[in-house]
């Protein structure tokens, strides 16, 4: 089965400046790649998601960038703001569906993003 | 906004008893994932289900755990019996298949369990 790995556990970085939060892949079959945040207590959400065929996706201050052959993912988010604290998940799931050859998600562990002011 | 709703959003438990878990998708989301979420092992995978055939429930213990569609609206997860290891938060996610694709997935407000 898939696995996904995260990192860093835990991220602190300055009001403004730029956080980058890295996930590895095993499943080379694995081709939809979401990053949900989760603030405490409350549901994961999903904040951007990127496509295998797609090398690199933008929404505003978030961007992730997919390297297929070294089966890694990453997440920026620039301008950081005191609201991006939350928890950060990574995912990777094959959405490929032939009669039933779609997955759930397999999740990272998550990193904890802390906005110091 | 349609939203996947839960219920109930709390339930304390003794050792032993049954508890039920109802999960109501958004309506036209042709499949429902249900996932735990814990300290020890994060966000894992326990069953879903494609126009309310079980495909997969191979992350779910199957000697106490159980999980059902009686129809379109509602999505069920049960177990019997409880054990305080089953201590955690159970969000039930659904998403729409459209051509051969999986669409996104949205999470409901989870179930927090605690079993004493």
């Known amino acids: 089965g898939e696995n996904v790995e995260q990192h860093p556990s835990t991220l602190s970085v300055q009001e403004g400046d730029s956080a980058v939060i890295k ?23 999903l904040i951007i998601d990127i496509r295998s065929n797609v090398g690199e ?6 961007a992730v960038t997919l390297n297929k052959t070294a089966k890694h993912f990453s997440l920026h988010i620039t301008e950081t703001q005191p609201e991006d604290s ?32 | 906004d349609a939203r996947v709703t839960q219920t109930p ?3 304390v438990t003794e050792m032993g008893q049954e508890v039920t878990m109802r999960c109501q998708p958004i309506l036209g989301h042709n499949t429902v994932f249900w996932y735990r979420q814990t300290m020890m ?43 305080p290891r089953d201590s955690a938060v159970y969000f039930c996610a659904s998403g729409l298949v459209t051509g051969d694709y999986q669409e996104t997935q949205y999470f409901g407000p989870g179930t927090r369990l605690l079993v004493l």
């Open chain 1, 57 to 62: 996706k933008k929404d505003q201050r978030i």
């Open chain 2, 41 to 83: 092992q994060g966000l894992e995978l326990l069953a879903y289900f494609r126009n309310r055939a079980p495909l997969d429930d191979s992350g779910m213990p199957k000697d106490r755990f159980s999980a059902e569609m009686p129809d379109a609206t509602l999505a069920t997860l049960k177990i019997q019996p409880s054990e």
């Open chain 1, 86 to 117: 939350a928890v950060y998940f990574c995912a990777a799931s094959n959405l490929e569906y032939s009669g039933g050859g779609a997955d759930g998600l397999t999740f990272g562990k998550g990193t904890h993003l802390i906005i110091q002011p």
């Open chain 2, 9 to 11: 959003r709390d339930k």
């Open chain 1, 23 to 45: 996930c590895t892949y095993s499943d080379s079959a694995s081709n939809y790649f979401p990053w949900y945040k989760q603030e405490l207590g409350k549901r994961p959400q």
